[in-house]
């Protein structure tokens, strides 16, 4: 087991909120200590913070791939579980319900954190009562960015449940849920260390300050806040590196680097504490790999039962891009969609292939935030805030390019501001390919119903332009899943179903 992860003994209280909110309304049977009474040592919150991460665990080994991943032109299904694939998700899916409740398990346990924080009365000093407390708030923040990306308006819960009435709110209108993401990522910068000295509760992998800065950089992105993308990555170039060698990302050999603003930490012994991610990428050929999720490719033509082909991710590699072969690989396998093709023509999703440890239980980190993604990030807005021929945008994209191999663009290759955002766009779904952004990055650009379109035209479907919304901030044309019907029953006060459902 590596010594820098951080979920070594949860204990008691990951154990009190591993309960379902059903549960934890319940009376407590008799005997048992409070939980308030829980936090009381340093120890105890240490424990308590740790178990605000756990979901994040089981959400990046298969769930949010399959909400994000396989709903985007990157990848697409082969196999039988197409709804998120060709867009026909019912509010009964488990993806969805697992989803929310996993989302929401993460808030309601950092709320408590936050809620009982000032109960400690043995802090070891500042440093230590700053960090549990930006940490919780750092991660609130995260989960409410995915829900309200993945659902829209969602109840916005910032303290502890201790009645139902606590847990059955409405739902809150987008900006005041994106006030409060932004109040809590600013309020992180400031309480989290720019990095951890080592022992119990400070160990390598915790949100640091560059972490809240780097998400906000992306909340503020998805808002098209231009200027305020620009003004927080100012303090984040210089703050990472890129590694020399694409693969290191993902192989386990450089985590927790300078490369990653913030990871999710795998590396236990167990199914819960490691990621399936490569037996479900895997060629079923290889340790029975699932093959979940393929690669689009118009080679396809559209064959296989899922969106196989259109703008397809295979054809938009450069020669020479050296992340080609760590992104996809065909193994030299025959091609199970289209046997009259030779060997070697149907491609994989290689990122996560992992054969070091036992199968359906790879120790690997997954990197949530990456340097190059502010390094695209800060690119993306200085070019909406104004296109400046071989300006600094131009420099951030070519530290990208030149690290995998390619060529530096010019304002002659990119000679006005629609050439380069179509650049970077394409540079961003490469760089970023299966890493759960692409399908957020369709949706905030407006595109998604088109690009995906494109692939439907191949099957005859036609995309549900009713699950879509004018997104009331930026009024960009936004598709929303839907909230898990189970969730109408528990709390009376959540309104109406989102439009198309």
Not at 231 to 250: E, M
Not at 313 to 339: K, M, T
Not at 371 to 378: G, K, Q
Not at 405 to 411: N, V
Request: glycine content about 8%; proline content about 5%; overall charge negative.
């Amino acid at each position: 087991m590596k010594s820098n992860k951080i979920f070594k003994n949860i204990g008691i209280v990951l154990t009190a909120f591993s309960m379902s909110c059903e549960s934890i309304l319940e009376p407590a049977p008799e005997g048992l200590v409070p939980m308030a009474d829980l936090f009381t040592t340093e120890s105890n919150i240490i424990t308590a913070v740790n178990g605000v991460y756990q979901p994040l665990n089981p959400l990046y080994q298969n769930v949010m791939f399959q909400l994000t991943d396989l709903a985007s032109d990157d990848g697409w299904t082969w196999r039988k579980e197409t709804e998120p694939d060709i867009f026909n998700v019912d509010p009964t899916l488990g993806y969805i319900e697992t989803t929310w409740g996993l989302h929401y398990t993460g808030i309601t346990r950092a709320n408590t954190v936050l809620d009982n924080i000032s109960r400690v009365e043995d802090f070891s000093g500042p440093v230590m009562e700053n960090a549990i407390e930006g940490q919780a708030k750092f991660m609130r923040a995260l989960y409410y960015f995915n829900l309200v990306r993945l659902f829209g308006e969602v109840p916005l819960i910032i303290n502890e449940i201790e009645t139902r009435e606590d847990a059955e709110l409405p739902r809150e209108s987008l900006l005041d849920i994106y006030n409060q993401i932004k109040s809590d990522l600013n309020d992180a910068i400031n309480l989290l260390p720019e990095n951890y000295s080592g022992g119990i509760g400070m160990e390598n992998g915790r949100p640091t300050t560059y972490s809240a800065m780097a998400l906000l950089s992306a909340v503020h992105l998805e808002l098209e806040e231009w200027n305020e993308v620009s003004q927080v990555t100012s303090s984040l170039i210089g703050a990472g590196s890129l590694l020399a060698d694409y693969a290191d990302h993902f192989n386990g050999s450089q985590e927790n680097s300078e490369a990653s603003f913030f990871e999710v930490q795998y590396g236990g012994v167990i199914g819960q504490t490691t990621s399936s991610k490569s037996v479900a990428f895997a060629p079923p050929d290889f340790l029975n790999g699932l093959a979940f999720i393929l690669p689009t490719d118009d080679n396809l033509n559209g064959e296989g039962g899922g969106l196989s082909s259109g703008n397809g991710i295979i054809q938009l590699f450069e020669a020479g891009d050296n992340r080609r072969a760590v992104i996809v690989q065909d193994y030299g396998l025959s091609n199970f969609i289209d046997p009259s093709k030779p060997d070697g023509s149907l491609n994989f999703v290689n990122k996560y292939f992992n054969t070091d440890d036992p199968q359906s239980l790879s120790t690997w980190n997954f990197p949530l935030i990456r340097y190059a993604e502010i390094l695209l990030n800060r690119a993306e807005a200085l070019n909406e805030i104004g296109y400046q021929a071989d300006g600094e945008a131009f420099e951030l994209l070519n530290q990208v390019r030149i690290n995998a191999g390619l060529p530096a663009l010019d304002a002659v290759d990119l000679p006005n501001q629609d050439a380069f955002r179509n650049r970077l766009r394409d540079e961003r779904r490469i760089e970023l390919a299966f890493e759960t952004k692409r399908y957020f990055d369709l949706n905030r650009y407006g595109i998604l119903r088109e690009v995906i379109q494109n692939q439907m035209g191949f099957t005859g479907l036609n995309f549900p332009q009713q699950r879509l919304i004018d997104h009331p901030i930026t009024g960009k044309k936004y598709f929303l899943y839907p909230l898990p019907s189970i969730e109408f029953v528990n709390n009376a006060q959540l309104g109406e179903q989102n439009p198309g459902y």
